[in-house]
Structure formats: structure tokens, C-alpha cells
């Protein structure tokens, strides 16, 4: 897999920009190098450059690393650059590819992660590394999105932190905010792109007696005079320190999460919810900047707006820009249009928060006092019509909420009247819609008699494009004419959409790259996760595709809610023949008790066991999907009827897959992805007991788990003492073993296996290997363990059940919750936790995701799959030994 410069070479005319061209010679290092560059080009990114193969593999990643293990960045695989573009900082002439701003954001060193070469991880998708850098440290993952592994044209991957010693578990993208300047010469953005200011020092040019000028900008810099000189090494001009601005370039905007109500109580204010663009408005020395709510800069496109605001000190707001049709009222399709066609001087700022005056942070005062002085400074400017002051009001939500329904408008913003202004999104700001509205990325359009007819969109769902749904009205013959354009600019030979439900091929339906984003409004969505009744209300250019997701809506807390006899505030959290929505599920019967309590004194109800669910939902994904899994359902809670179910019934969800095991005529359930878990939960299902296959192959094993259940009178730290030992004779044997606690009284110790090439491993061989292991530690210590299931003879002893490793068999999946009082959870453990004083029962459906969040446990599983073949044969020394 040698590195290939011919690509980047064809891309860059040599002549006119002044980036390297890879002939430079490079000094040669122990140790591989990294680079991360900040790119202002058509959009802000950052580009990751890691050195493999004497070049450096290049991804970009459009929104920036983050330190959250939670935020998955796309990276966009690009070509692979020359070494000497570590030392690259400067400007791209415009019109030259990749025209714009290049800075030095990070550099230092990379390591690979696991068994395998760099180059075997990179063909497989699944890229671990280590980053020893200057602002990024610990260890990442690059996992390339599941409808890019097939040899497709888009070779996109999810760029993850790992959990570890330099991660944070919010708010991961401050790193970037809080370094904004160069590592290499410590200068800004605006700073490189005048050309001025410190050069920086070099990190990959360190050849001989000539330093290497690291500035490559095709007007000036000595990089300049070197080529004009044929060469020649000419005097560097003195640096020229440049004034730094105190106010930030840009402010990441604070967002809203989403409720079904809006709060009701004391401390909250409320705002009308405009349809618009969100904008923030920089003014400085009457030069005025808008950018829109990832920092793209839009001012030209709302010029009327930039001339009125040229007036007001120096400042930075956060507002919206809208249309306003003949009431008053914000129209997001008149914005659209009046985008389209250039006739921007009629629309108007909405400004509702003041962030900065003069050098002056005002983010850490309460909202009211931000709001008085935004009032203030926008009546000093005096009235103009393209500047105004968002009022908002103080009486409760479900009022301002009803009033806003009433006008037809979109919704209400509610916002806690003390709290600083944080960017991300935060439970601080919350927004409430009149009708349902949806950012979705458009897939495919319909015809019908060689007409267009309608669009098929969809969102995107972990590493899934999934398809939501069809919209069909909203399209007069303005708008399609506008529209068609663009999307057969789009056109595509193969369906972008991935998972089941996606619409199946057809004359009628015409394929589209997944890159242009609409603005709908819907009546809701289906159990099925599709949008029912959509229509379309336009194209949305200020959020990349790629940032498209199902919203999730977070809930009021009880005291908001009001009641339902009373419409005050109360404790009951739905209305009678009330349903929640989880992750695109409709949950019914949503107040349901399915355990009396978690240890707290309050109800596990469904939509609690579903939220639960969407919390760790992408960890426990992992170790159920691909593999048939068995559920025990408790439609009336744990204290009634119960029923273990494996095979599909009438009804199924379409969110489940549903397979075909040989020897069972019957399909069987699968679980594949999130939203999966939320429609278990509806059908009552508690438990979820996988198979122990390898995904997507039910006939090979890919684990073992090893069922550690004490009978009466063992107590728990001997479970603990005998958990720890199978895992240290796991170890002799060549296997790596994890831990996690059964949601009962035992405990699992379970080993991932290596699928072998040619000959598959079969079942037998497995559960005679578990049950060979567990033989030789009930013979040397007969007293605490037994390997028969007989009850009469479990009393002061250990059994040591290795049926789980049998054709199909299951074991509770890590996470799972139990059908048993408490709510408990089979937790995963790091073997440090695996110790005297661990109690299980304090892992519940209420406690696990904070506690997962903080964890580190099974974080290297993927990596620790070992070779049973090779355990065999060690155990079969051992045993001759004896």
C-alpha cells in the first residue's frame, strides 16, 4: 500500500500555488509524524495527515476532532500529500484547488493500535491509533462508513476518540475553540492569511544548513522569492507582529434541545421560534462579518443587512435571518427563494442574545442582563427595518406555546433567564414546535409519467443513511423548476440509503448522492421510524449533510408537565392514551410500570426503559447486532407474565432484522441497530439474550462466555476470586478475557475468538473447550466447583456453566437489563472494578449510562480476538503436563 503523490500532483498547478510538490527531500524519522492542518477553503475543516508509506495519508475532517468519545467526525479519505505538506502554512491561491487559508493546527507523533499493520487496518475499515501531539494525545479510531466498503466512489470514515486519560465526556469540540492559533508560528487565521506575522518553525524540512521557510503562499514569503530565484536561498523579511483582535473570530452558537412541552416553571423565559437561517453578526471598527451557525461566512448573501449593522459599535450577536410573508410572520420558503434569486434586501436580523461588546465578554451573564443590554444598544443605533430585538415573555410555556400555535408559527425557544450563554447544545435552551419539522437529506426523487413527483429522504443514523420516508406536497411549479436542477446534478447510479425499509429499485425512481439537505414539516412519525404526511418547505445550505440526524427529543422533567385533569403542573408525565416518541419510535402505553422500582422508590415505566436504551445504545449495539437474539417480554411488568421469545411474530417491526438459522424453518430476530432496541422495548421486551456467533456467521463462535453461578451460602468475593482465576488460566492459555456482572448474583467472564482462515471453527470444539476449562478447575478444587447443574449438590459451590458456548445457546448481552427486581443491568467491568466490595445491584437501568460514560471497560475487545486453535493445543499441553 506505497503512498502515491500522481493524484495530488494532477490536482495542483505548481506555477501558481505555492504548496510543496513532494520532490523536496524529507529527513528521516524514528518515529512516524502527524499533522493536523485548520483549512479555510469552500468550508472550514481540519485535515488529518498521518505518515505511512513516505507520504502522508489525508483525511478531512469537516467538523474537527473531537476529545468526546460520543461525537463520531466524518472524514473524508483524500488523496495522499508529500511530506514536506507537514510544514505547509499559508495561503492557496482562490481558484487553485483547495483555495483558501492553511494553518499549522497540530503536530507530533502517531502509533498504531492492535495486531494488525497499519496498512491491513486501513484495507479493513477498523484504523486504531495513538496521537502524541501537541493538543491531541490518546487514542483514536478510524472506521470507514459501511456504504463506502464495497469499492463505492465515496470513501468516507468516522473519525472517534477512545475513551482514555485525554477524553472528556462533553463537549468535545472545545478543543478546538480554545486553540485558535498556530502550533508552528502561534499565528491567527486572519493573521497567515495576510502573509505577515511570525513564520513558523519547521517540523518536517530539517535538511542540513538551510532551514526551511514553512510559509508557502504564491505572493510573498521567502517561499516566493526561493522560486523566483530559481532557488536560490534568500534573506527572510522581518517578522511583523500583528495586533491581535480581543474578540473571538467566530463563536460556536448554543443550541436547543428539544421538548415535547415547554417548561413551566419559574426562571424560564419564551421566545417565538423563528424559520430562518441562524446568523451571528460580528462588528468590528464597522466592518461587519455574518456567519452562519458553523461559521461559514454568508455576509455577502445579506448584504442590506452587513450596511445597517455597519452602524453599531463593536459588538457579536447571535440572532436569525428571515423572510417575512404579508402578516409578519416568518416564511422559510420566501427566504429561500429570495436566496435563490439574489432579492436579499428585504429581510430582516432577528437578534435575541449579545455575546461581546467591544472587548467586553458578556457569555457569563445571565440571560436577562444580556437582553437588557442588547435592547439598549439596538435603540441607541435607532430603528431600522433590518435590525430588530427578539421580546420574549415570562408567563408560562404551554400559554406562549398556544398563542404561537394559534399565529401559525413555528414553535417557541424557551431559555433559563439566569444562565451564562453556552455553546453546544445544552438542557439551558430548549425548543417546542407547533408542528413537526425536520432537517433531512434528500436521496432520491420519484416520477411519475417522466414528471417529477416527489422526494425520498432519509438521515443519518450511527454509520446508516436510513431512509425516512417520502415527501410528497409543498412543490409548486416555481419551486420545482428551481429544484430539479440541483438534484439531477446529484444524480447516481446506486442507492445511497442502507439498513431495511429503503425503497427497492425502480424506472420510476432516480438514485441521488446524499449531499443536498431540506427543511420539511411533517405529522409525525410512524412506529416504523418513517415521517407521515411530509411536505417540503426548501433547501438548507448552511448544514452539511453529513450532520443530519433524527432529532431526540428530550423530555421536561416531571414538575413541568402539567396534569392532565388539571393542565398545573404535576407529576404525571403523559396524558391518558398519551405516547412518546424515542429515537423515531412511538412508545405506547408510555407510563407503564415495567419494575416497581430501581432501588430509588420509583417506577421503571417504558419510555424510561426506552431513553435508557437510546443512552447506550451504540455500545450495546455492538455486541448484539449480526447475531439471532432471544428476548424475554413482560408486556405487564416483571411481576406478570413472562416469555422467553427467539422466532419472529406477525407484526414484527420493520426496525428488526429477521434471519434464517439452518435447521429452523422459522426466522429468527435480530437486532442491527439502535432504533431496534426502542422497538423491543415497545412490544414489552426487557431481556436480549444474543447468540455468541460471529456477526453475520450464526454457525462460527466468536466468544465464549464462561457463566460463574454460586449456589446458596457462596458469597459474592468468592465469585470474584473465581471469576479472576478463569481469567488468569484464560491467559495461560493465549486468550483475553472481560468481565461483567450477570444482573444477578454470578458473573460472566467472556473471551472474543479469531475467526480462522479456511477451516471454520465449529460449535462442538468451542463448548468442549469451555467445558475442558472449566473440568480442570472443578478436579483441582472440587470443594467450591462443580461442572454438573444438579441443585442438590450446588450448596457452598460454584457452578461453572459452559453451555452457553453451545449452538444456539445465548447469554445475556452486556448491558441488558434483567427481568428482576431493582432493574438491574449486566454491567461490563474493567477487571480493576473486579474486586472485594463490587456490588451488581448498584448497576441499574437509572444508573448505567452515567456510569458507562466514565467507563473504560471492554474498550480493546475488538482488538483481543484470539486464536481458539492455538488455546486448544496449549490446554492439551497443559493437561499431558499433568
Known sequence: MAGNLSNYRAKRDFKKTGE??????????????????????????????????GVFKSWAVTKGPSLDPHDKRLAVEVEDHPLDYGDFEGTIPKGQYGGGTVMLWDRGYWE???????????????????????R?????????????????????????????????????????????????????????????????????????????????????????????????????????KQPKSATPDFIPPQLCETLARPPNADGWIHEIKFDGYRIQMRVENGEVILKTRKGLDWTAKFLAIAKSASALPDVIIDGEVCALDESGAPDFAALQAALSEGKTDDLVYFAFDLLFVGEEDLRELPLKERKDRLTTLLSDAGED????????????????????????????????????????????????????????????????????????????RGDHFVYVGRVGTGYGAKTVETLLPKLQDMETSKSPFTGIGAPKKSSEIVWLKPELVAEIEFAGWTADGQVRQAAFKGLREDKPAAEVEADKPASPSKDDVPDPETDQPGTKRFRKGGKAEVMGVMITSPDKPLWPDAGDGEPVTKVDLARYHEAVGSWLIEHIKGRPCSIIRTPDGIAGEQFFQRHAMPGTSSLLELVTVFGDKKPYLQIDRIEGLAAIVQIGGVELHPWNC????????????????????????????????IRDRLEELGLVSFCKTTGGKGLHVVTPLAVPKGKKLDWDIAKGFAHDVCEQMARDNPDLYLIKMAKSQRQG???????????????????????????TVSMPLTWTQVKAGLDPKRFTVRTVPALLAKSSAWQDYCDSQRSLEQAIKRLGKSKRAV
Open 694 to 725: 460471529e456477526p453475520g456467521q450464526p454457525e462460527v463462535p466468536g466468544r465464549l462466555v464462561f457463566d460463574l453461578d454460586p449456589g446458596p451460602y457462596v458469597e459474592f468475593s468468592t465469585v470474584i476470586e473465581a471469576a479472576r482465576e
Open 385 to 460: 427595518p433590518h435590525l430588530r430585538f427578539v421580546e420574549h415573555f415570562e408567563t408560562g410555556g404551554d400559554a406562549v406555546l398556544r398563542s404561537a400555535c394559534r399565529l401559525s408559527l413555528e414553535g417557541i425557544v424557551s431559555k433559563q433567564s439566569d444562565a451564562p450563554y453556552q455553546s453546544g447544545r445544552t438542557e439551558t435552551w430548549a425548543k417546542s414546535k407547533c408542528r413537526a419539522g425536520h432537517e433531512v437529506v434528500i436521496g432520491a426523487y420519484a416520477k411519475a409519467n417522466g414528471k417529477f413527483r416527489s422526494l425520498l429522504v432519509g438521515v443519518n
Open 136 to 240: 491531541l494525545r490518546g487514542s483514536f479510531v478510524l472506521v470507514r462508513m459501511r456504504h463506502d466498503r464495497d469499492g463505492g466512489k465515496r470513501t468516507n470514515w468516522l473519525l472517534i476518540k477512545h475513551r482514555d486519560d485525554f477524553s472528556v465526556e462533553e463537549n468535545g469540540a472545545s478543543v478546538l475553540d480554545e486553540n485558535d492559533t498556530s502550533v508552528a508560528s502561534g499565528r491567527t487565521m486572519a493573521a497567515i492569511a495576510s502573509g505577515k506575522g511570525k513564520k513558523p518553525k519547521p517540523f518536517m524540512l530539517q535538511n542540513g544548513d538551510v532551514e526551511a521557510d514553512a510559509v508557502w503562499n504564491s505572493n510573498e514569503g521567502v517561499a516566493a522569492e526561493k522560486r523566483k530565484a530559481g532557488g536560490e536561498n534568500k534573506k527572510k523579511p522581518a517578522a511583523v
Open 797 to 823: 459451590r460454584i457452578f461453572l456453566d459452559y453451555l452457553r458456548n453451545a449452538r444456539m445457546a445465548t447469554a445475556v448481552a452486556p448491558l441488558s437489563p434483567r427481568a428482576r427486581p431493582g432493574a
Open 112 to 134: 498504531p493500535e492492535g495486531k494488525r499493520t497499519p496498512e491491513e487496518a486501513l484495507a479493513k475499515g477498523d484504523f486504531k491509533f495513538t496521537l502524541e501531539g501537541q
Open 20 to 53: 510543496p510538490s513532494g520532490e523536496a527531500e524529507v529527513k528521516p524519522s524514528n518515529r512516524r509524524r502527524f499533522v493536523i492542518q485548520k483549512h479555510d477553503a469552500t468550508r472550514l475543516h481540519y485535515d488529518l495527515r498521518l505518515e505511512l508509506d
